[in-house]
């Protein structure tokens, strides 16, 4: 099984995909973590390496293909903002929330006041929305490439986990031959792409 988790900055994505790629017991790969070991690489903050990779598509590029090639190899939950693109998953998550919501799970995070953390939240979503219509002429704020979205406002990671396992179990149980569910059309979970 591919699954892959992407969203808003803030949103929950790493805590969600973490332990979900652990219940399923699939691989788990976060390209926001290599994105960060870049930018402590180079001594630089994550919004300028975002920019260094506006000038230089080859940045993406790399860290795109990487994911790319990690999931060919099957089991394994990618987390990353472009992999419901990029990666045609067997379930595909989108998580997001108010951006007051997730300044404020980044400020603590990063250690931070709310403010700094919601202007540079915004900043680096522009930066990347930017690099990804330019690179890859994707638009990550259309969601209809999701089988599942999620505001993760709404609810803890726990509960979030529980029911995002519930939709990953169903479809490989679906899939799994002689199934009453495994027919033909890949076998998408009722209510695709509902917001």
Do not use: N
């Amino acid at each position: 099984m591919i699954v892959t988790v992407s969203g808003e900055i803030g949103a929950g994505k790493s805590t969600v995909a973490r332990a979900l790629a652990h219940a399923l017991g699939l691989r788990y790969l976060s390209t926001g973590e290599v994105f960060r070991e870049e930018a402590r690489r180079r001594g630089i903050s994550l919004s300028d390496l975002g920019a260094l990779a506006l000038q230089d598509p080859s940045i993406d590029r790399a860290l795109d293909d990487m994911q790319i090639q990690a999931a060919r190899r099957g089991d394994i939950l990618v987390d990353s903002r472009l992999s419901g693109w990029l990666i045609d998953g067997d379930l595909r998550i989108w998580l997001r929330a108010p951006l007051g919501v997730r300044a404020a799970r980044v400020a603590a995070r990063d250690g931070t006041d709310v403010p700094t953390a919601a202007r540079d939240v915004q900043a680096r979503e522009d930066c990347e929305r930017r690099r990804y219509r330019q690179t890859y002429h994707v638009d990550v704020l259309d969601l209809t490439r999701y089988h599942v979205i999620i505001d993760t406002a709404m609810w803890g990671a726990d509960e979030i986990v529980s029911a995002l396992l519930v939709f990953a179990r169903d479809l490989a149980a679906r899939r799994t031959p002689g199934h009453a569910g495994s027919a033909a059309g890949g076998g998408r979970a009722a209510g695709h792409g509902a917001g």
